[in-house]
Every structure is written in structure tokens, then in C-alpha cells.
């Protein structure tokens, strides 16, 4: 191995593998090689550019501590071979893509608010305490207990955190107004 992929490698925690492998089979569902292929890691490189920045037998030794912790589970059919997510898997999964999600700023304000109110219970206080924090790290402004306002669409990614967190309608809502009262304070910190 090169120095420049040596110091790449360095750099990289293993982490960022298995999320990029993670992330990829959570996309792409079940995906499938010619078992017969002599070159197996090639296979899996060729299939996502993103993995080019790593070294092959990283890779390959990745999947393979993936399957041995329950990730990821691979068959053989008919000569192909086929690895997706566990349920496990998915959850991980899950929490990487929740980890790195953010909304997107228009150019142009739609000039409506998107209230996000919960009622999450005492016995999924943990629940309550992470989305909350998820939420404030989101750069949502908290109006009142429980009670949070956002400018922008954010609709896909509160549907996203309703699924992750097991919450049902009754737990969380989205609500879309175009007033909600004095809001000189929230503009300003949204600077719009």
C-alpha cells in the first residue's frame, strides 16, 4: 500500500467504513455479487465509488466484522451472492443517517412556520431527551415546552425522526401556520 493511502487510512476511523457500507446497503436494499467472481472486493468496489478511498482488504475485513456482529447477513443463490441488513442493521443504519441530518435553507422563505409539538411520555424519557437534542442541534427555536418552530420545510426529515424514535401521531405533529403571534425574535435568529 501506497504512503498516500496509508495516510488516507490513518485518518479515516474505522467507523466512516462501516457507515459508508451501512448507509450504501440501507439505499440500495439487498445487493448481489457473482459468487463466482475470483475478485469479490473488486466487486464491491466497482459497485460504489465512494469505497475507492479505501483499501481493499479493509473492505472485505469489514464486511466481514459486520457479519460477525449481526449487521449484515450474506447468502449464496444460484451463484450469486446476496448481502443485506439485518434488522440489527438497519437500526445502525438508522442512527448514522439521524446523526447526519440536516434541513436545507431555501433562498426564499415561504413565509410560513412549521411547529413541532410532542407529548412523549415518562416511560420513553430517554426518547424525549434525544429528539429534543436532535432537534436543538437541527436549529429548531424552542417556542415553549414542547414546543419547537422551524422556517423551513422540514416535513421528510420530521417523518424520518417519527420513525427512528417509534413515536405515532399522537406523540408528534407537524403543524404549518403562517402566524404564530409576535415572531420578531424567531426571524431575527433565522436572520429572514
Given amino acids: 500500500m501506497g504512503w498516500k493511502k496509508y495516510k ?3 485518518k479515516k476511523p474505522k467507523s466512516e467504513i462501516v457507515k459508508d457500507i451501512l448507509y450504501w446497503l440501507m439505499i440500495a436494499g439487498t445487493v448481489y455479487f457473482a459468487a463466482s467472481s475470483p475478485r469479490f472486493t473488486t466487486s464491491l468496489l ?3 465509488q465512494r469505497w475507492k478511498k479505501y483499501p481493499r482488504k ?5 464486511f466481514s466484522h459486520l457479519r460477525r456482529r449481526g449487521l449484515i447477513e450474506t447468502r449464496m443463490e444460484n ?6 441488513l439485518t434488522s440489527e442493521g438497519k437500526k445502525k443504519a438508522g442512527y448514522f443517517q439521524i446523526n447526519d441530518l440536516k434541513i436545507k435553507r431555501p433562498k426564499i422563505w415561504d413565509r410560513k412556520w412549521r411547529l413541532v409539538i410532542f ?3 415518562e416511560l420513553k424519557k430517554m426518547h424525549r431527551e434525544a429528539f429534543r437534542s436532535k432537534l436543538k442541534e437541527m436549529g429548531f427555536y424552542l417556542l415553549q415546552k414542547s414546543v419547537w418552530a422551524y422556517p423551513f420545510d422540514c416535513e421528510a426529515e420530521i417523518e424520518l425522526l417519527r420513525d ?3 413515536l405515532k401521531e399522537n406523540d408528534l405533529r407537524l403543524i404549518v401556520a403562517e402566524k404564530i403571534g409576535h415572531d420578531d425574535e424567531i426571524k431575527s435568529r433565522f436572520k429572514i
Fill in 46 to 48: 466497482r459497485a460504489h
Fill in 8 to 10: 488516507y487510512y490513518i
Fill in 119 to 121: 407529548d412523549i411520555s
Fill in 79 to 84: 451463484g450469486q451472492i446476496y448481502i443485506n
Fill in 164 to 166: 427512528f424514535f417509534s
Fill in 58 to 62: 479493509k473492505i472485505y475485513d469489514t
